[in-house]
């Protein structure tokens, strides 16, 4: 099934359909040069024979298995990584991913830096968004942390988290959830026919 449906669904990126995906950020978020949101869900499965620790995790999951997603504005999967071992963090699952691999190699067809506005002459990079859970590169941006900020960096916060686009991979895990159960049911486990 994914064979048939991934290039039709998942299409691999172009500079158009990036340029496309920063202007809902930039018109729903008014966070303009955004190419994505990026998170991570821990769904919870039956153990499966050989899987050890490698899948008990900080939140106190039995054997999750992480589900990374990239989404745009409107909560669409622009990509998505399954079967992560459920010990490890956000980010350093997304740092294994391909995707990753090719947005730091220069391999995504992601647009060369632009203005964010008019009049301006600073030209800024494309980049994905993401929680806390994710580490500050280049191409990743995150809020800032601590209570005691600027009131720039509350601001930049604010875009972030009070208004809530920016982070519509989690709004995504949200919808999915509500729609297939995904959360704190557990998946079934079909090499055992068990739930």
């Known amino acids: 099934m994914w064979d048939q449906l991934v290039e039709e669904q998942l299409p691999f990126p172009t500079e158009e359909s990036w340029r496309a995906i920063s202007e809902g950020f930039k018109n729903t978020a ?3 040069n955004c190419i994505g949101s990026v998170d991570g869900k821990h769904v919870r499965v039956l153990k ?13 999951f ?3 298995v992480v589900l990374m997603a990239v989404v745009d504005s409107n909560c669409r999967f622009v990509y ?6 459920g010990k490890d ?15 730091t190699d220069g391999r995504l067809n992601v647009p060369q830096p632009a203005l964010i506005r008019e009049g301006s002459e600073v030209k800024l990079p494309f980049v994905l968004v993401g929680d806390q859970g994710f580490s500050l590169t280049d191409k990743v941006l ?3 942390k601590g209570h005691f900020l600027s009131d720039t960096k509350k601001i930049f916060n604010y875009r972030f988290v009070g208004h809530g686009d920016l982070l519509s991979a989690h709004s995504a895990f949200s919808v999915t ?11 079934l486990n079909h090499s055992q026919n068990q739930l």
Do not use: W
């Open 30 to 32: 008014h966070f303009p």
């Open 62 to 64: 039995l054997f999750p």
């Open 142 to 144: 995150r809020p800032y």
């Open 89 to 103: 963090c956000d980010s350093s699952v997304f740092q294994r991913t391909n995707f990753y691999r090719m947005l």
């Open 177 to 187: 959830n509500g729609e297939y159960f995904i959360g704190p049911s557990m998946l």
């Open 80 to 85: 998505i990584d399954v079967g992560a071992y």
């Open 48 to 60: 499966y024979p050989g899987s050890g620790s490698m899948n008990l995790n900080y939140k106190h």
